[in-house]
């Protein structure tokens, strides 16, 4: 018998097989973190699982500094999808990226990731504005940018999906605590997006870690120190 697919989501790994950039700097949550990741998630997942990891995945500047990384994870039960964050230089073309991932990894971008009981979309995301700080010109346009890839990873979803129920990983925080509508919650809207994970964010309060329902769209953070380094559970 078949195991039931299961569904989780982590961020902000911040890989460093170099051990050029250890991230016990940050603070002792984040001592010996690469361990206990592993740990973490070979307590929870199977290889019949997927597994989204929205961004800052390596410290490695360049695509081939990254394989050490990337193999970590390859070696991790479950299938998993990647996404650009802030700090993953590694990341060049989408063809590049694609062509070297290890088996079981894809990697999103301006398309969408069809599971047995949803369908994947996302996009890196970026600042949003706000009234009281507006973006500069050149924030504006990557912001522009980022909401058009959104968008055409969520009609890629649409049409692949075959009416299986939206999610949506980001790397930056789609939402402001003024709860104003943007870009990105406005396609949340006319796609009918069920759940959206997103991270960036570290040392999160409590009240920032719960997951928030605005317009029937479920937002959960999931950085890995905010999550103590085990694996959000979708579904």
Known sequence: MCSEE???????????????????VFGSRWENHRDRLRACWMDSITHTDVVLLPGDISWAMRLSEADLDLSFIADLPGRKVLLRGNHDFWWSSIGKVRSRLPQGMFALQNDAFVLEKSVIAGSRGWLIPTKETPLTAEDEKVYIREV?????????????????????MMHYPPIQKNNMSNGFTNLFSRYKVQKVVFGHIHNALPCERASKQENGVTYQLVSADS??????RIY
Do not use: T, W, Y
């Open 6 to 24: 299961k569904l989780f989501a982590i961020g902000d790994l911040h890989l460093d097989s170099s051990q050029s950039k250890p991230m016990s």
């Open 227 to 232: 999550l103590d380094f085990m694996p959000f």
């Open 148 to 168: 058009s890839r959104m968008e055409l990873s969520l009609e890629a979803a649409r049409l692949k999906g075959e009416g299986r129920p939206i999610i949506v």
